[in-house]
């Protein structure tokens, strides 16, 4: 919004500045920030006491996390409120990618924001049909995917780039659409089991979205896609200002949500932000990338999916409860070590992530 200043400029002056997306970025960081900084505490003692008893605890979980009972959910509501009011003052809003990441974002946090509710308010752990969440994702990624070809330049529509190989594109024609759908669904969803312990799944969400926006702004600019030899999606850099306000937003969540968390992000947050990271990486042509920078998410998802089929199969469990987290919780891992671990894992898949845009 606040770009069309810029209409103003005549250059050298204040209004200048928001021409430029770094300087817009840092804007919306901060902005992000301080309002999840100002509303943090309030929003935490309105969830308390609508809420009363808080999120439901499994009764099969580890013992550990009996002594959380009463914690709020829907701390999330804090993480997009500040993306989204950040997001729409600093982002040009004639930007057609913005849009798809913000439907995105805003739909999956719809959904969250249900399945939360009828968990808090029948107090059990079922919430929404798994069935009616996954009719819903696939409608909304459907319409993103869709979206995304079509803007898509036309050497670009229907392609999916590989990383590492700098002329190497797989014409999937229409299938890109199905394949970029599950880009998604299967993004947000990942990060929604991931978001199992304090602090666990913000951090790797906000390092893969700078990761991921620094692609974005890359793949943006026809400077640095040429001497990378990357190709190049014209209008992708607006997608730095939404990541910069997701990273501000996170931290000011983070302030809370650091063990023992005053606050948990729930479904509304975790499928939102997974659900992001989905669309930043379809539209930008980086869905293998994603499941580099991403890396956690994936074995975390894995991990469930492992120990289902197995189970089914045999009987038996591969690890003492899934997702992995819970099962180094299992084997007498501390919290706060699964964290700090799990999150320096993130970091150097993220480096590796990055590296690719170089080694061509």
Do not use: C
């Amino acid at each position: 919004m606040l770009y069309w200043l810029s209409t103003f400029s005549e250059g050298g002056d204040l209004f200048n500045l928001f021409r430029y997306i770094t300087f817009r970025a840092g804007a919306a960081f901060f902005t992000a920030l301080i309002f999840g900084f100002i509303f943090g505490s309030p929003l935490i003692s309105y969830l308390r006491k609508m809420q009363k008893k808080g999120q439901p605890i499994r009764d099969d979980g580890p013992e550990g996390h009996l002594v959380k009972a009463g914690t709020p959910t829907m701390g999330g509501i804090l993480i997009l409120s500040a993306l989204f009011v950040s997001t729409l003052l600093w982002a040009r809003l004639d930007n057609g990618y913005v849009w798809i990441v913000l439907l995105v974002t805003a739909g999956y946090a719809a959904i969250g924001f249900a399945d939360d509710y009828a968990k808090v308010s029948k107090h059990n752990t079922k919430g929404v049909s798994g069935r009616l969440r996954m009719t819903l994702g696939l409608s909304l990624a459907f319409v993103a995917s869709a979206w995304a070809m079509w803007l898509h330049p036309a050497d670009l529509t229907g392609q999916l780039a590989l990383p590492v190989f700098k002329d190497v594109l797989i014409n999937l024609g229409v299938f890109f659409v199905p394949f970029a759908m599950i880009v998604i669904v299967g993004a947000a969803n990942a990060v929604n089991l991931t978001d199992g312990l304090d602090g666990l799944a913000i951090m790797p969400v906000m390092i893969a979205a700078g990761t991921l926006g620094v692609i974005a702004y890359t793949v943006g600019r026809a400077d640095f896609t040429e001497y990378l030899g990357v190709h190049r999606v014209p209008g992708t850099g607006e997608i730095l200002i939404f990541v910069a306000a997701l990273i501000g937003g996170g931290l000011g969540f983070l302030w809370y949500n650091a063990p023992p968390a005053a606050v948990f992000m729930g479904d509304t947050g975790s499928l939102a932000l997974g659900g992001a990271l989905g669309a930043i990486a379809v539209v930008t042509k980086h869905e293998i990338v994603l499941a580099i920078v991403g890396g956690l998410f994936v074995v975390e998802a894995l991990s469930v999916i492992i120990q289902v089929l197995y189970f089914k199969r045999t009987g038996k469990r591969v690890f003492l409860m899934a997702p992995i987290h819970h099962h180094f919780e299992k084997k007498g891992w501390g919290e706060a070590q699964i964290v700090i671990r799990f999150w320096i894992i993130a970091l150097v898949l993220a480096l590796i992530g990055l590296a690719t845009l170089k080694l061509r």
